[in-house]
């Protein structure tokens, strides 16, 4: 029993790495503004999100690129750069060790992710003047 309670947490503690590492990369992809939208995302669909052996939770996502630096590169747009971190915490009930102990033991552990991210804001000029480009063809011509 006890070596199966060892497997337990190994594979807790792998399967929680994992899916904090999918949702740090997910996460870095796109917009920065929806960090936490895109972890949440993949961490509830994880199948360790349950109330049985595991439960897996999202603490923190967030990123070094701020709201005035999305600001500054408008309507022009450019890249920029940064890191996002996500957060994640596992708790993993062992079948044994929680007898041993004499109650519902829970270990708790938690990861954290840090991923580069790069994100192109798009030029805004360039759509209203692509826009601005394109005229309707009068009926009176076709009369």
């Avoid at 993993?92 to 804001?121: C, D, I, N």
Wanted: glycine share 6%; hydrophobic share 40%; proline share 5%.
């Amino acid at each position: 029993m006890l070596s199966i309670d060892s497997f337990l947490i190994l594979y807790g503690m792998q399967l929680h790495q994992a899916i904090c590492r999918d949702a740090a990369r997910s996460a870095s992809s796109g917009d920065p503004r929806l960090v936490m939208a895109r972890a949440s995302q993949i961490v509830s669909q994880a199948p360790a999100n349950s109330q049985g052996t595991f439960s897996l939770s999202l603490v923190a996502a967030g990123t070094t690129i701020t709201r005035s630096q999305l600001e500054a590169l408008k309507p022009y747009g450019g890249q920029i750069s940064g890191v996002v971190d996500v957060t994640t915490a596992v708790e993993v009930k062992p079948l044994l060790l929680g007898w041993f102990l004499g109650g519902q033991t829970r270990l708790h552990m938690t990861a954290t992710e840090e991923v580069p991210s790069t994100y192109s804001l798009p030029n805004v000029l360039e759509k209203i003047s692509s826009a601005q480009d394109y005229t309707v063809p009068s009926l009176a011509n076709y009369t």
